[in-house]
């Protein structure tokens, strides 16, 4: 949220627009990645519709500088990771890469926001078996090694983040 802050306030947008924005941007995210699957703009539209005007967003405890406004988008990033990095396993790894970083720098992210987000880590855990149990099956998928090792990528981008978080409260 400290950092978050931070970047609002350097492009000079209110902390709750900032949010809002985000929150906004996390709804076009999940969207751009479900549209492969399902292919009925109609109902593309009526699932963007239901996002971006969840009542929850509307509520008076999400409308104050408080770390929960944030965490709805997050864990909405996190998902559409997880799920672009499934869908796109026959892709090349250099495709892939973006879905990766994006995973790790959302997990470091719900990781410093919240306290219980250690309820993050069954859903990245599961996502995480069944995609490499997928990728191991899947006998048109190339570099399997190298796309099961690129997952090494999260997990060094959420340590190097946590260390850094750590260092500078030291």
Wanted: proline residues 3%; aromatic residues 14%; charged residues 15%.
């Amino acid at each position: 949220t400290p950092l978050f802050i931070a970047i609002t306030n350097k492009l000079h947008i209110s902390f709750l627009l900032g949010q809002e924005l985000l929150y906004d941007l996390s709804c076009v995210f999940i969207i751009y990645t479900f549209r492969e699957k399902i292919r009925n703009k109609k109902i593309i539209y009526l699932v963007f519709a239901i996002l971006l005007f969840n009542p929850i967003t509307f509520s008076t405890e999400i409308c104050r500088v408080y770390r929960d406004g944030i965490y709805t988008s997050l864990t909405m990033f996190l998902i559409g990771f997880s799920y672009s990095i499934f869908l796109n396993k026959e892709k090349s790894p250099k495709k892939q890469l973006k879905y990766f970083i994006g995973l790790g720098t959302t997990i470091s992210a719900l990781y410093l926001c919240r306290e219980e987000s250690i309820w993050i880590f069954p859903f990245i855990i599961i996502a995480t078996i069944i995609t490499i149990i997928s990728i191991i099956k899947d006998l048109n998928i190339k570099n399997k090694k190298l796309l099961i090792g690129m997952y090494a990528i999260p997990i060094a981008i959420f340590i190097a983040n946590n260390l850094i978080i750590c260092t500078i409260n030291y």
